[in-house]
């Protein structure tokens, strides 16, 4: 079945750098966008931004320019979300989910939570 | 940015009766050129990842059971939930995917 896997939990500390995976199964994966949204504790949903699986095209929410880098390997089906300069706002849970064209998501992976402390 | 908003913030409903949530856009997320409304419904129970509900404004997701409907075009959308059951307490949030950043209400609790 289709699924996304994300990585485990991490803790950081303020100014180091979190990446995080997302392995897709059951899908061509380079036939779908892979959005990311995190999601701070009892808050709502936050649009990070998107890559393109099948040319590496990118696109950045501007709150996270600078500090966001998405990637993907399309050998091991797996897109990858890099946030550098963490700080304690950045404590969240991280998820991707998978983008049909014109459709809205519709597979998310479990979320990764990932807590900055000192 | 299109800016997306929500009505009411949180809601209790009796078992069988219906729900509704509003949401509102900042600017059209009616592309013209299909005359599809890009608006998406999510529901995410605690700890669970958002489930998608409804796109294109009134299209339900295969499997989303017939309780659940949406309608509006333009800037003004509905959630309807026409018999609420136990499973449907929730957070709903309707998000824009007409313009990057793709940007969420701020989401709408729903209880018993």
């Known amino acids: 079945q289709v699924q996304l896997v994300q990585s485990g939990a991490e803790v950081k500390k303020p100014g180091a750098s979190v990446k995080v995976s997302c392995k897709a199964s059951?899908?061509?994966?380079?036939?779908?966008?892979m959005h990311w949204v995190r999601q701070a504790p009892g808050q709502g949903l936050e649009w990070m931004g998107w890559i393109n699986p099948n040319n590496g095209d990118t696109r950045y929410a501007q709150k996270f320019q600078g500090r966001v880098t998405m990637t993907r390997d399309t050998s091991i089906r797996t897109a990858y979300m890099e946030l550098s300069s963490l700080r304690s706002d950045d404590t969240a849970v991280y998820y991707c989910a998978r983008d049909p064209p014109h459709h809205g998501a519709d597979v998310w992976g479990q979320g990764t939570t990932v807590t900055v402390s000192s | 940015d299109i800016v997306m908003t929500q009505s009411p913030d949180s809601l209790a409903v009796s078992l069988g009766e219906r729900a509704t949530i509003n949401c509102k856009s900042s600017?059209?997320?009616?592309?013209?050129?299909?005359?599809?409304?890009?608006l998406a419904w999510y529901q995410q129970k605690p700890g669970q990842p958002p489930k998608l509900l409804i796109y294109?404004?009134?299209t339900r997701e295969s499997g989303v059971p017939d309780r659940f409907s949406g309608s509006g075009s333009g800037t003004d959308f509905t959630l309807t939930i026409s018999s609420l059951q136990a499973e449907d307490v929730a957070v709903y949030y309707c998000q824009q995917y007409h313009t990057t950043p793709r940007t969420f209400g701020p989401g709408t609790k729903v209880d018993i």
């Open positions: 294109w404004a009134s």
């Open positions: 059951g899908y061509t994966f380079t036939g779908y966008y």
């Open positions: 600017q059209s997320v009616l592309y013209n050129s299909n005359n599809k409304n890009y």
